[in-house]
């Protein structure tokens, strides 16, 4: 009998840990979407208040610091999985932020506010996400193209994507004294700059950390729930890192600052491949490996289609339909990834 009561005893302790911990966890979660959403806003006030500084336009300030910081995560996770050698998370880490970026995160802020797209995006930063989508592609695709390497990024490869990077950022600060600033109006803050400075590194600040909270309170949570590993690193994981991106463009957006919230997306595109596995592969060559042509593709498609969209439909405003429809097809890619794990 006495050592039923024992087993009870510690069956109850286990039990009553466990909801402690999953309070907790809860708690960090919602911490984290705070975070998040008060980083965006700092974010936005900063780069905002930066741009009328320089005379720029909110589309390069998004394309340049916001999308550079908004980044962050990305770019920490692949270098240290390549230094670690684990080449097909730092690889799944880029590619899957940019599926998640275009089709997620410019649908839902579509969604929110239509997004005016201006014809210089449309001609030349537009068209470097989808030049960046095809070279990682080519790369990948290995046994398709005939390389007997197999499917493997290389110090080599990494170098050429280093390249691409040095080039887009000499064609964006040469276009920048060309592109109009958005005319400012009697509701934008005055800021000096060095509280616009403190802003955006807050902002970000609040946006790393709290997107980490996020993830690890979620993930907690999942698994507390029964939902496999595998499920949790396609969707929690995946779209963590992205949670950055996600919150300054939707606030952005819904501060009327449509080109923060497009040069963030844009910028973010360009740096995860361009810089973020260019900087991986030239620590250490990566392997594709669980990263399939099918991936690569469904990234291609859904550069092109942001182009598509943009260009041809509504005037070159991305619309509240063509948003859902970005949306849309993000869930059936998770629904469809999820299917096969």
Do not use: C
């Not at 009998?1 to 009870?8: A, E, G, N, S, V």
């Not at 819904?254 to 596995?277: D, E, Q, R």
Request: net charge positive; hydrophobic share 55%.
């Amino acid at each position: 009998m006495q050592h039923f009561q024992d087993i009870k005893k510690i069956a109850t302790f286990a039990l009553h840990k466990d909801k402690k911990n999953m309070l907790l966890n809860i708690f960090i979660l919602l911490l984290g979407l705070v975070l998040i959403l008060a980083g965006a806003n700092f974010l936005t006030d900063g780069a905002s208040a930066i741009a009328r500084r320089w005379g720029v336009s909110d589309l390069v300030v998004g394309l340049t610091v916001v999308a550079f910081g908004t980044s962050t995560p990305e770019l920490v996770i692949s270098v240290v999985s390549a230094i670690e050698g684990s080449g097909q998370l730092a690889i799944g880490n880029a590619v899957g932020s940019n599926i998640f970026n275009i089709m997620a995160i410019i649908g839902i802020t579509a969604m929110v506010r239509p997004i005016k797209v201006p014809v210089n995006t449309m001609t030349a930063d537009i068209p470097f996400v989808i030049i960046s989508s095809l070279v990682i592609l080519a790369m990948g695709a290995g046994t398709l193209l005939g390389n007997d390497g197999g499917r493997i990024l290389w110090r080599s490869d990494g170098i050429v994507l280093l390249l691409f990077f040095a080039i887009f950022m000499r064609y964006t600060f040469s276009q920048a004294k060309h592109i109009e600033p958005e005319p400012q109006t009697n509701s934008a803050p005055s800021m000096s700059a060095w509280k616009a400075w403190l802003w955006v590194a807050l902002g970000l600040a609040g946006l790393v950390w709290g997107g980490d909270k996020f993830v690890e309170g979620a993930s907690y949570i999942a698994k507390a729930l029964g939902v496999s590993d595998a499920i949790i690193g396609l969707t929690i994981v995946a779209a963590g890192t992205s949670l950055p991106e996600l919150a300054a463009s939707v606030v952005a957006a819904v501060k009327g600052k449509p080109g923060i919230a497009l040069g963030n997306v844009i910028g973010s595109n360009i740096f995860n491949i361009f810089f973020v596995l260019g900087t991986a592969a030239t620590i250490r060559p990566l392997e594709f490996g669980g990263i399939g042509t099918f991936d690569l593709l469904v990234l291609a498609v859904a550069s092109i289609l942001f182009w598509l969209f943009g260009w041809f439909i509504g005037k070159r405003t991305i619309t509240r339909a063509e948003g859902a429809v970005l949306t849309a097809g993000y869930v059936a890619y998770v629904a469809y990834l999820i299917s096969i794990a």
